[in-house]
């Protein structure tokens, strides 16, 4: 994991409203406060993404989520926490916790539980969940290594986590909590 003092640093930028750059499993990814509408839009603009897409939310555990998971049974949540063989984003029933800029035109919300060490550190730090979506303009390769990232960004990020991707060869999984349905294969 990277050190304690530059986590801090990086949350420091994320309660600032800032937007980060940072090792997840499989690519680098783009972060912020998923409550900060500004952030959101630095995060869309930077990857010129529309807000229909919706983004994903990563947290360092289940309980990071509990209020994004409320009104599902417990089977439900049970599945939610469970270790999958691959990372896997769920898409849970939005309830209404999560702003539309995180939403997009979906009725759903996008959660993954974080195994990579850098990326949760950052929500530990942090208190709960972050924005995570591929640190890479829309329609062009996600970022592999923290060359990628300089290339495509430079200087309009407000802070980089040094680091590396876990060496996944794929993104996440995309899974529907409630069908099972695979939405993207990672």
């Not at 980060?20 to 972060?31: C, D, F, K, R, S």
């Not at 010129?48 to 990563?58: A, E, F, N, P, T």
């Not at 949540?77 to 999958?84: A, G, P, R, S």
Request: charged content about 20%; glycine content about 10%; aromatic content about 6%.
């Amino acid at each position: 994991m990277n050190d304690q003092p530059e986590i801090n640093r990086a949350v420091a930028v994320l309660k600032r409203g800032g937007v980060i750059a940072y090792p997840t499993e499989a690519v680098w990814g783009l972060g912020c406060d998923p409550n900060n509408t500004q952030a959101i839009e630095k995060v869309l603009g930077l990857k010129k993404r529309s807000v229909d897409k919706g983004l994903i939310l990563i947290g360092s555990n289940a309980d990071q989520f509990s209020k994004h998971v409320q009104g599902l049974d417990k089977s439900q949540k049970e599945l939610f926490k469970t270790l999958q063989s691959r990372p896997t984003t769920w898409l849970v029933p939005d309830n209404g916790t999560s702003s539309q800029w995180v939403v997009g035109e979906h009725d759903t919300v996008a959660l993954r539980i974080t195994d990579h060490p850098v990326a949760k550190a950052l929500c530990d730090v942090f208190g709960g969940p972050i924005v995570s979506t591929s640190a890479n303009p829309q329609g062009m390769p996600a970022a592999i290594k923290a060359a990628d990232v300089e290339a495509y960004f430079a200087e309009a990020l407000d802070y980089q986590v040094t680091g590396c991707v876990a060496g996944i060869l794929s993104v996440s999984e995309i899974k529907n909590l409630l069908t099972g349905e695979v939405l993207r294969s990672g």
